[in-house]
């Protein structure tokens, strides 16, 4: 529609609006409204440039690592209040791409596909008899609010055995899968009762 209403703004020096909108099969208001609109687009693509500008300046400024959040972000903190959509938009236009992070997780252990799996000793029968039959774990490290430090799954299992709560029959050192199965304290039994 704007090629369109572009061309009958160039021709209209020579023919007038009604020849060239009824030439071109255009409705006059949507002429008219385009022709009204046009300060309007100026203003926003003078905006847009200098927000293009400032985006760019702060994507340098953060080693072309930052991707549309973070730059909105640091607008708002430098006082311009500015749309995601816009910065998604502005930044598209212009090939502003941040760093994305590596999607999975990569672990540091080469796993040797030739060797033969662990035996499954418990046969995928979990259940039992009586407690403290059948212990399962796994190598489940819990991170600390020590700097680099962690707390093994396992000692959480022992300071908890120590203590006297009621325990499942089968007992799962990966509480957090099924939080439900969680070993309840005194205090919460008596809450739940």
């Not at 022992?158 to 309840?184: E, G, H, Q, V, Y």
Request: positive net charge; charged residues 25%; proline residues 5%.
């Amino acid at each position: 529609m704007s090629d369109v209403c572009r061309f009958i703004h160039e021709g209209k020096a020579d023919y007038t609006i009604v020849l060239l909108c009824r030439v071109m099969m255009a409705a006059r208001s949507g002429y008219y409204a385009w022709h009204t609109g046009i300060k309007a687009r100026e203003e926003r693509r003078r905006g847009d440039e200098a927000l293009a500008h400032e985006i760019t300046v702060i994507h340098v400024a953060s080693k072309r690592t930052y991707g549309v959040p973070r730059v909105t972000a640091e607008l708002r903190r430098h006082g311009q209040l500015v749309n995601h959509k816009r910065v998604e938009r502005v930044m598209r236009e212009r090939g502003i791409v941040g760093h994305t992070r590596r999607t999975g997780r990569r672990g540091m252990t080469q796993q040797d596909h030739k060797a033969a799996p662990a035996p499954d000793l418990v046969g995928r029968d979990f259940h039992a008899g009586l407690p403290g039959m059948k212990i399962v774990g796994d190598v489940t490290c819990i991170p600390t609010a020590g700097a680099g430090s962690t707390l093994p799954a396992g000692s959480i299992w022992r300071r908890a055995r120590s203590s006297a709560t009621r325990w499942p029959t089968t007992i799962a050192l990966n509480w957090s899968s099924t939080p439900s199965t969680w070993p309840r304290t005194s205090a919460a039994r008596d809450r739940a009762a």
